[in-house]
């Protein structure tokens, strides 16, 4: 069972800093991209940071300069180093991956199942 399985999320202060991390596991056969994107209660769902299988990366406005995002094809894992937290970071933070089953398949897309993060005054 392919799945991806997140962890590292928490309370912090704000200014402080937090490491999530995601691993898939399963029949696999390649990751394209990777990344991560969080769900504040009351607000649609939004891109944090992503990163291709070449080391691409990109980030959403609110993050540049504070969160650097990171994957380790070997292991199948992508990493969200979040630094200088503020009270809005406080979201649900979901890892998605584009997957590729088997070797002529099509690429789809897994979310994990989200990890909390609080972020107090």
């Known amino acids: 069972q392919v799945q991806l399985v997140e962890s590292g999320g928490g309370l912090v202060q704000a200014g402080g800093s937090l490491r999530l991390s995601c691993a898939a596991s399963?029949?696999?056969?390649?990751?394209?991209?990777m990344g991560w994107y969080r769900q504040a209660p009351g607000k649609q769902r939004e891109l944090v940071a992503g990163?291709?299988?070449?080391?691409?990366?990109n980030y959403g406005d609110s993050v540049k300069g504070r969160f650097t995002i990171s994957r380790d094809n070997g292991k199948n894992t992508v990493h969200l180093q979040m630094n200088s937290l503020k009270v809005e970071d406080t979201a649900v933070y979901y890892c998605?991956?584009?997957?590729?089953?088997?070797?002529?398949?099509?690429?789809?897309?897994?979310w994990g199942q989200g990890t909390q993060v609080t972020v107090s005054s």
């Open positions: 998605n991956a584009a997957l590729q089953l088997r070797r002529y398949s099509a690429l789809e897309a897994y």
């Open positions: 399963g029949s696999i056969f390649s990751i394209n991209g």
């Open positions: 990163i291709t299988s070449g080391g691409t990366t």
